[in-house]
C-alpha cells in the first residue's frame, strides 16, 4: 500500500461542476473573470458564516497578509512580533513593507508562539503582533488579545492554516483585528488555484483593504493611495461558493483521523514520538505533525512502508538566510530549534481510507516498539 501525502484526487467530487464553471464564466454575455457577483457572493457567504464584519477576497494568504498590514499602516521603523518557526510569509510580509520582524520563540508542545515570549518581544517600536495557527493547534488568542490590548499594539491573526477552527466558541480569524485565509490548494480549503481572504470586525480596516486589493483604486480609475493588484478570480469565487457546503464534512473527516492519530500516539510520547494535545477546542486538522527524537529515522521507516511524511521547516525563520539580517546577534530560539529538527508532518487529508488511516497508524506505533495488542 502507498499512501500519498497529499490526496492525488482533491477535487473529484466536484470536478464537473468546475468544468461547468469554467463553461458558464467562460461565455457568460458580460465576460467578468475577476472581482464580480461571484467573489461578492462569496464573501459574503464566509461573512456570514463567521459572523465577521467584512471578508475581503484577494490573490492568496500571503497578500492578504499585506494588505492587513498595509491597511493598518506599518511601515519602515515598525516591528512586529511573529513565531521564531513558521512559513516564510510570516516573516516576509513585515520586511515587503520594510518594517522589522520579530521572532519570539513557541511552546515546545503545540509549537505556536509562547504568549510569554511574544510579550518579552515587544518595545517602542512594535505596532503589531501576529501569532500563527501551526499545522494543528490554534495560538493562544485570549493570551493575544490580552497582551495587544495591555501594550497598545494590533493583533493580525495568520489564521491561514485554520479556517474552520474554533477556539473557545470563536472562529478562527475572528480572534484578531483582522485574519486571513489561504485556499492555496494544501489548505484545508484549498482550491484549484491561487486565493486568499481577510476577514476582519472592522469595517474601516475592510474599506481599505478592498481598496488596496484593486490597486488603490476608490471608485473606477480614481486612487487616493497606493495598493496592489490582490484580485480573485470569479471562476475560483463560484467554485469554493458551491464546495463551502461540503467544507464541514471535509473538517470532520479530518479531525476524526487526527482524534484516531493522537489516541494511538499519545503511549508513544515516552517513546520519542509526541503527537499534538487531543481535543477539538482550538485545533485545526490541516497537518497532523509529530515532534520526532530520531525524525529522519521515522522518515525512512515510513517511506520504505509505502507512506509518504513531510518535514515543514528544516530552519526557524530567523536561521533562514533571507531573514537573519533581523536576527540580533546572541539571540536564541531554543524550542523553534528543536522543533525544526524534530518536526514530521504525516498524512491526515480528508480522502485517506480507513485502511489507510489504520496502516499508517500502526506503522508509527511499530516504529516506536509498540504493537496494536500491547
Ligand atoms: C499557507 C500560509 C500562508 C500563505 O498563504 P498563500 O495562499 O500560500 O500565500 C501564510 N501563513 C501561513 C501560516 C500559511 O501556512
Known amino acids: 500500500m502507498t499512501v500519498p501525502f497529499f490526496p492525488p484526487d482533491l477535487f473529484e467530487d466536484d470536478r464537473q461542476q468546475l468544468m461547468d464553471l469554467v463553461h458558464d464564466i467562460g461565455t457568460a454575455p458580460e465576460q467578468r473573470f475577476l472581482l464580480g457577483e461571484h467573489t461578492a457572493r462569496f464573501e459574503e457567504a464566509l461573512r456570514d458564516s463567521l459572523g465577521a464584519a467584512d471578508v475581503v477576497a484577494c490573490s492568496s494568504g500571503t497578500s492578504a497578509l499585506t494588505l492587513v498590514l498595509h491597511a493598518m499602516g506599518i511601515g519602515p521603523g515598525d516591528e512586529v512580533v511573529v513565531p521564531a518557526y513558521g512559513c516564510a510569509p510570516l516573516a516576509n510580509t513585515v520586511a515587503g513593507l520594510r518594517a522589522t520582524p520579530v521572532f519570539a520563540d513557541i511552546d515546545p508542545w503545540t509549537i505556536v508562539a509562547d504568549p510569554d515570549q511574544v510579550e518579552r518581544s515587544i518595545t517602542d517600536r512594535t505596532r503589531a503582533i501576529m501569532p500563527a495557527h501551526m499545522f494543528s493547534v490554534m495560538a493562544d488568542m485570549p493570551r493575544m488579545s490580552e497582551i495587544a490590548r495591555r501594550h497598545g499594539v494590533r493583533l493580525v491573526e495568520d489564521s491561514a492554516v485554520a479556517q474552520g477552527g474554533v477556539l473557545d466558541g470563536r472562529p478562527a480569524g475572528t480572534w484578531g483585528e483582522a485574519g486571513v485565509f489561504s485556499f492555496v490548494q494544501v489548505k484545508t480549503f484549498g482550491t484549484a488555484g491561487e486565493g486568499g481572504a481577510v476577514v476582519t470586525m472592522n469595517p474601516e480596516l475592510a474599506r481599505t483593504v478592498r481598496s488596496l486589493r484593486n490597486h488603490g483604486q ?127 508532518a504525516i498524512p491526515v487529508h480528508p480522502r485517506l481510507t480507513d485502511a489507510q488511516v489504520e496502516h499508517i497508524a500502526d506503522t508509527v506505533c511499530a516504529y516506536a516498539g509498540l504493537s496494536r495488542s500491547r
Open 218 to 344: 476608490r471608485e473606477r480609475f480614481v486612487y487616493p493611495r497606493t495598493g496592489y493588484n490582490s484580485r480573485f478570480d470569479e471562476v475560483l469565487a463560484a467554485f469554493q461558493l458551491h464546495r463551502l457546503r461540503g467544507f464541514p464534512d471535509l473538517l470532520e473527516r479530518r479531525a476524526r483521523i487526527a482524534d484516531h492519530y493522537t489516541e494511538r500516539f499519545t503511549p508513544l510520547a515516552e517513546r520519542g514520538v509526541l503527537p499534538p494535545p487531543p481535543g477539538r477546542n482550538g485545533r485545526c486538522f490541516y497537518v497532523y505533525s509529530l515532534l520526532v527524537e530520531e525524525r529522519d529515522e521515522l522518515k525512512r521507516y515510513l517511506a520504505d512502508r509505502g507512506i509518504e511524511s513531510h518535514v515543514y521547516y528544516p530552519l526557524p525563520l530567523p536561521h533562514q538566510a533571507a531573514f537573519t539580517r533581523f536576527a540580533p546577534a546572541g539571540r536564541r530560539w531554543p524550542h523553534a530549534e528543536s522543533a525544526s529538527r524534530r518536526q514530521l
